[in-house]
């Protein structure tokens, strides 16, 4: 984005605090602005009736078809997407993103930029990498365990870490095996936060 099709113009001051509109080619952005942010699945089990009702400025993802905004601000549709079912795991411990990022020297390069139905498909999806798995499992080799029992406890299509961690996320191909993923992975880890996600 250029400076020249960027404005901000103030509505109201309280003392220190103050709200506006920052104005841009794609549009108009209260600030403050209030979001639901998805983390640890919290938007996506809930309906979006209820995220409505928060208030919310920026609704995310709700629509029945597979969709794709991309970086021209083009929103792209693709029929006959084959559905998963995401297991989430959180651990009792969290990573500190900062140390993981302080030691990380190269990203690898995006292979999203550009929306087309290869992005759903299983096989290149399961040959994807997040590049921060490894200097996190060196610095918290519990989180590799857990992935790792993960992997061969249960036969997912694959497993990812989320970020920068502490999440995992395990994809399977039917509610049921995900389901049974959830419930054996409950009694081994009785102090870690799991949910079986809704189907995406």
Same mark, same amino acid.
């Given at each position: 984005?250029?400076?020249?099709?960027?404005?901000?113009?103030?509505?109201?001051?309280?003392?220190?605090? /103050?709200?506006?509109?920052?104005?841009?080619?794609?549009?108009?952005?209260?600030?403050?602005?209030?979001?639901?942010?998805?983390?640890?699945?919290?938007?996506?089990?809930?309906?979006?009736?209820?995220?409505? *009702?928060?208030?919310?400025?920026?609704?995310?993802?709700?629509?029945?078809?597979?969709?794709?905004?991309?970086?021209?601000? *083009?929103?792209?549709?693709?029929?006959?997407?084959?559905?998963?079912?995401?297991?989430?795991?959180?651990?009792?411990?969290?990573?500190?993103?900062?140390?993981?990022?302080?030691?990380? /020297?190269?990203?690898?390069?995006?292979?999203?930029?550009?929306?087309?139905?290869?992005?759903?498909?299983?096989?290149?999806? /399961?040959?994807?990498?997040?590049?921060?798995?490894?200097?996190?499992?060196?610095?918290?080799?519990?989180?590799?365990?857990?992935?790792?029992?993960?992997?061969?406890?249960?036969?997912?299509?694959?497993?990812?870490?989320?970020?920068?961690?502490?999440?995992?996320?395990?994809?399977?191909?039917?509610?049921? /095996?995900?389901?049974?993923?959830?419930?054996?992975?409950?009694?081994?880890?009785?102090?870690?936060?799991?949910?079986?996600?809704?189907?995406?």
């Amino acid at each position: 984005m250029t400076l020249k099709k960027f404005t901000f113009n103030v509505e109201s001051n309280d003392h220190l605090a /103050r709200t506006g509109i920052i104005s841009t080619h794609r549009g108009d952005i209260r600030t403050p602005a209030f979001m639901p942010v998805g983390t640890q699945a919290t938007v996506k089990a809930t309906f979006m009736d209820d995220i409505k *009702e928060t208030g919310s400025d920026v609704i995310l993802g709700f629509y029945q078809k597979s969709q794709i905004l991309n970086s021209k601000n *083009e929103i792209k549709y693709f029929d006959n997407v084959k559905k998963i079912y995401p297991l989430i795991v959180k651990p009792s411990f969290g990573c500190s993103t900062k140390e993981i990022y302080s030691k990380f /020297r190269k990203f690898d390069k995006a292979k999203f930029n550009k929306g087309n139905k290869k992005m759903f498909d299983l096989s290149f999806l /399961r040959n994807m990498k997040n590049s921060l798995e490894p200097v996190t499992f060196s610095k918290y080799p519990r989180l590799k365990k857990i992935k790792l029992y993960l992997e061969n406890s249960f036969n997912p299509i694959f497993v990812r870490m989320t970020g920068s961690g502490s999440a995992l996320v395990a994809y399977f191909h039917t509610k049921e /095996r995900c389901e049974h993923a959830k419930k054996r992975f409950i009694q081994k880890y009785k102090n870690m936060w799991c949910i079986a996600s809704k189907t995406i």
